[in-house]
């Protein structure tokens, strides 16, 4: 309806500039948003008071000559608030089209082509394969989906990718550690490498690696030689090892990548000799005290970074920018990287050398979305260990605890710029406490009515219930409506502010909505045409919940 409104207004001035109440030359600008009071009307716009100036009269005098232009069936009635804003108040007609849209779309409704089949590539997790992912990974690989579940539904082409590091000081102790456990090192021995890993994966990579086994990760078998001293073998191994643990957890997860990338390939294949090279020829680097060094201060950071140190090697930022002008040179239009807010330093540096290319990357290119930490809470108290791991919580212990639903749920249902406090106790009750629950269970009830429906043998009749959606004027039901209507907007807004939180939010409150209005009516009554109307409507809010925890990844499930 949102957009309806916007034509009205657009039809309004077209109306007042051909009857030259409005200059020709004025250039609307304007939003129409819901209101916060619905005794204020449905919808407000601003509209008068950006046209003020340009058409040199009073914003309320403006308001007046818009509302007169409009004749709507859809529209109550209009006021002007305050110093010049205009306040629809929608009557039933549009409320009640709204249903037959949501019935009519089905999985579909919500969904919008505003992408228009531009690319974006969203990068996320990107986990170092040196243990197993947790929580502050699993809050990146639920946030990271979610968002390109909702760039999906907006219409953009969305490529999931994987990027993960397997060269550098992290993967050396990974190997340092699994041979020390094949030598029959444990780690409260002086002999265990001082960066060493202590989990007890370790412990099963050695088995495995000893044992000569095989394992298929991104697309291959590597094989173990199953000697302790075949170092470059035990690497290999214990990579492509954990690799696979990691895709068993993301699996379990429901998270699925379309491109994994190999940091090694960046130098396998000369890529950041060149990306490289090409910085000392745009003229953005120098030397000093022995060590390569590149402007960053052209272009916005505090100060000049080192891209090739004294005693040589590359600081890690360079391999980013190499990697990321391979994603310009893919074609994304847009590339947007979840990551952790200890990601937040390299931001500036990464896009500053992806300047200094003067390639044509836009500015503030690419995009990064940054999450904060994860508590994870059992009662009072914080759970730190897993024994697995050995230091921290993973995300496949969340995932065993209080399963896929919930803990996808909660790592998505708070804005990414805040700490997250994961709750235990309340992901794993069956409360109306628990949203994911209260959010679930609303779809079941509706599912619950029609197989009551089924066993009193009772058919619905849709058409004469939509015919009858008149019959349903109580608070509860327009409420409802209302909370309905309101999915594809904010399927628009999490898109457009790169936040999945907007939907998680909005479906505790269409919850809400539907418990409040199950549990003042009766949907099975006598009255046939009634009770048409009202399971029409409950079908409408299945359809939106469904539509909604898809976004998020979470089952829409029809008992519980």
């Known amino acids: 309806m949102k957009d309806a409104l916007r034509e009205l207004i657009h039809g309004a001035l077209a ?59 859809r529209v109550e ?83 999931r990718e994987f990027y993960y590091n397997d060269a550098g000081a992290q993967i050396e102790n990974l190997a340092l550690s699994v041979q020390a456990r094949c030598k029959g090192i444990e780690p409260e021995h002086a002999d265990w490498p001082d960066d060493g890993y202590r989990g007890d994966y370790i412990k099963d990579v050695a088995r495995d690696f000893l044992d000569r086994g095989t394992v298929h990760a991104d697309g291959k078998d590597v094989s173990a030689s199953g000697n302790a001293d075949d170092f470059d073998s035990i690497r290999r191994f214990a990579v492509a090892w954990l690799r696979r643990e990691q895709d068993l957890d993301l699996r379990a997860f429901g998270v699925e990548f379309d491109v994994y990338f190999l940091e090694s390939s960046l130098y396998n294949d000369g890529k950041v000799e060149q990306t490289v090279k090409a910085l000392i020829a745009t003229g953005h680097t120098y030397e000093q005290d022995g060590a390569l060094w590149l402007k960053t201060t052209d272009f916005g950071d505090d100060k000049d970074r080192v891209m090739r140190k004294s005693e040589g090697g590359y600081t890690y930022f360079v391999p980013d920018v190499a990697y990321h002008e391979g994603k310009w040179q893919r074609g994304f239009e847009r590339v947007i990287n979840e990551q952790g807010a200890d990601h937040h330093s390299t931001v500036n ?9 003067d390639v044509g990357i836009p500015k503030g290119w690419p995009e990064y979305v940054l999450h904060q930490m994860v508590t994870v809470m059992r009662g009072d108290e914080e759970v730190k260990l897993s024994k697995r791991a050995g230091s921290y919580v993973t995300l ?42 209260y959010i679930q269970y609303a779809h079941a009830r509706v599912c619950s009515v029609h197989r009551q429906l089924a066993e009193r043998g009772i058919i619905i009749d849709s058409d004469a219930g939509l015919g009858a959606l008149d019959r349903l004027d109580g608070e509860h039901e327009r409420t409802l409506m209302s909370e309905l209507s309101r999915f594809p907007e904010v399927v628009e807004a999490a ?20 418990h409040a209005y199950y549990n003042a009516h009766q949907f099975i009554v006598d009255d046939a045409v009634l009770r048409d109307a009202r399971i029409a409507l409950a079908d409408a809010a299945r359809v939106v919940l469904a539509n909604g925890l898809d976004l998020l990844g979470v089952s829409a499930p029809e008992s519980m």
């Open 396 to 437: 496949r212990d969340l995932i065993d605890e209080v399963g896929r639903d919930a803990t996808r749920y909660f790592l998505v249902a708070r804005k990414t710029d805040s700490q997250l406090i994961f709750d235990i106790d309340l992901a794993r009750a069956q409360t109306n406490d628990n949203p994911v629950y």
């Open 349 to 357: 540096r990464v896009r500053a050398g992806l300047q200094a290319l």
């Open 495 to 514: 898109a457009v502010n790169l936040d999945p939180q907007l939907v998680a939010q909005y479906l505790r409150e269409v919850a809400a909505a539907f």
């Open 77 to 159: 009635r209009i006021e002007i608030a305050g110093p010049g804003f205009i306040n629809f108040h929608l009557g039933s007609a549009a409320v009640h089209a709204e249903v037959l849209t949501i019935l009519d779309k089905g999985r579909e409704y919500g969904r919008n082509a505003s992408g228009a089949g531009r690319k974006v590539q969203i990068e996320f997790v990107s986990a170092n394969p040196t243990g197993p992912l947790h929580v502050g990974h699993g809050r990146g690989a639920a946030v990271g989906d979610s968002l390109a579940r909702v760039l999906d539904a907006n219409g953009w082409s969305t490529t």
């Open 15 to 73: 109306t007042l500039r051909a009857q030259q109440t409005l200059p020709d030359d004025v250039t609307p600008s304007f939003v129409v948003e819901r209101t916060r009071n619905r005794e204020h009307g449905d919808f407000a716009c601003n509209v008068a008071l950006t046209l003020a100036k340009q058409a040199g009269r009073k914003p309320r005098d403006i308001a007046m000559a818009i509302i007169a232009a409009i004749d709507d069936p």
